[in-house]
């Protein structure tokens, strides 16, 4: 059943007509998922035709600004933001997306722009502009729009059109800054119609990084601030490819057996460098960490890739069913393991990352937002391939939808805490909302057929909820 929907939702497509072969989207996709629940509306509502709504074109066209794409290899001077917008676009990156996905090291950063590196290396141009193309959707400066152009989805394209195009053949071996270029190109076309291109940049940056070895633990090599600016790179290609590869349901580009890198170290930016060596890349004690956040979140993504990995693989290999099993019922012993790693992770968050509705409004408040947000996504991964269709039992001894639906709510909940702090996150950090939306219509469609149907009037709220700000973030 799992494979027949697999294909017929090729269907309900997000390709042009004339695209051929068409993009695949697996079991695990967020496609497949509203397939199914469309298909549960369908038997609530018999033979009742549904109306599927076009594809709304301003979030599908690929636009002429788009087209207009200059190769690497013509080593066309970069055009950058004038000095003032430059200077604002770097601070508005560092205070919006670096505490999330710190993939930088800002005094380093901050000391070679001041040095007009940007202006001398390629690469570095490479990384600042994409650098601006992110902060661009925090920035209210009309200088951001392609000329001529006012669309909000077209934000930071002057900027980013200059290095989209990431060059995959090289003589010279692969640098840092095509590595963050690869990271910053995939956090920037999230947000855009052609999101679809992350799928390829996340695995030609994670092909880099194994170039150079950086998926290796380095035994015996001393600490710098290089070698710490690739550990990064890499933990975020990590965690690019773990959500992408769930929401396309594809492969992963790499996966928990290829590495054996150590996560980044738990010490803020300021931390890194000291007149003695010997203090360098040490956390004051009794001050939290910025970088806890991307370190328990990174630990949560991999449960998320395993659980992907054991659950949706095309060949689940026989191996995994004798230690993990011992028998038919291997996929409730699956979950449950993956439960109890999630359990276990919970009780590892830090203090200052712990969730507290209440919290007075701070960094570590919006990390905790969106820490908890994916970890009620990550249970909702987990379950959703077990989620039973309307006239149908469990497929396992968990309850399933249950489960999801009250991963949903939850999403919800911090979805109003979010809201309340006038909080403005990447759309890299939206699938949770649009997934807990999905969930909770299953649930409510799934009611119907219950023998003590239960009130979903407060369901439908939150869907509604979830739609109206999944609208707000289509602006950008």
């Not at 269907?11 to 496609?31: A, C, M, Q, V, Y």
């Not at 038919?328 to 990352?353: G, Y």
Request: charged letters at 20%; proline letters at 6%.
């Amino acid at each position: 059943m799992d494979d027949v929907l697999a294909t017929s939702v090729q269907g309900f497509t997000l390709n042009n007509k004339t695209e051929s072969p068409r993009r695949h989207f697996g079991k695990s996709s967020n496609l497949v998922l509203m397939r199914t629940a469309v298909d549960m509306k369908k038997e609530v509502m018999g033979d009742q035709p549904i109306q599927i709504v076009d594809r709304r074109p301003e979030f599908w066209t690929v636009y002429p600004w788009q087209r207009q794409i200059l190769r690497l290899d013509q080593q066309v001077p970069l055009r950058f933001p004038a000095n003032d917008l430059l200077w604002s676009l770097v601070d508005l990156y560092f205070i919006h997306v670096h505490p999330f996905l710190p993939l930088l090291h800002r005094p380093t950063f901050i000391r070679a722009v001041s040095d007009q590196l940007h202006i001398q290396d390629h690469g570095f141009g490479s990384v600042v502009l994409c650098v601006c193309a992110i902060a661009s959707r925090f920035s209210q400066d009309p200088r951001n729009y392609p000329e001529g152009i006012t669309s909000e989805n077209s934000l930071g394209w002057p900027w980013y059109q200059q290095v989209s195009q990431v060059e995959a053949v090289d003589v010279e071996p692969p640098t840092l800054y095509q590595l963050q270029h690869c990271c910053l190109s995939a956090i920037y076309l999230k947000g855009t119609s052609m999101f679809h291109s992350t799928w390829g940049v996340i695995g030609l940056g994670i092909r880099f990084a194994q170039e150079m070895g950086v998926h290796r633990k380095q035994k015996g090599q001393p600490m710098t601030v290089q070698s710490e600016l690739w550990r990064r790179a890499f933990w975020v290609l990590l965690g690019l490819d773990v959500l992408v590869s769930i929401n396309f349901g594809r492969p992963r580009a790499t996966t928990d057996d290829d590495f054996d890198l150590e996560p980044p170290i738990e010490c803020d930016d300021e931390y890194w460098e000291n007149e003695n060596p010997a203090q360098a890349f040490i956390q004051p004690p009794g001050v939290p960490s910025t970088t806890s956040f991307f370190i328990c979140y990174a630990k949560l993504l991999e449960i998320a890739g395993l659980g992907h990995r054991m659950l949706f693989s095309a060949r689940k290999l026989h191996i995994w069913k004798k230690i993990v099993a011992g028998g038919s019922n291997w996929e409730h012993k699956v979950v449950t393991e993956l439960n109890s790693a999630l359990n276990q992770w919970m009780s590892c968050i830090p203090e200052h990352l712990k969730w507290d509705p209440n919290r007075e409004d701070g960094l570590f408040h919006r990390q905790s937002c969106i820490l908890y947000c994916f970890y009620y996504w990550t249970q909702i991964q987990i379950h959703k391939q077990f989620i039973p269709r309307s006239n149908e039992p469990s497929m396992l001894k968990f309850p399933s939808l249950a489960i999801c639906a009250n991963a949903s709510r939850s999403v919800i909940r911090v979805l109003e805490v979010i809201e309340r702090l006038k909080f403005e996150i990447l759309p890299n950090f939206t699938s949770p909302v649009y997934v807990a939306a999905i969930v909770l219509l299953m649930n409510v469609w799934r009611n119907k057929y219950s023998l003590i149907p239960q009130d979903t009037s407060k369901d439908m709220d939150d869907v509604r909820h979830s739609l109206k700000a999944t609208a707000n973030y289509e602006k950008k």
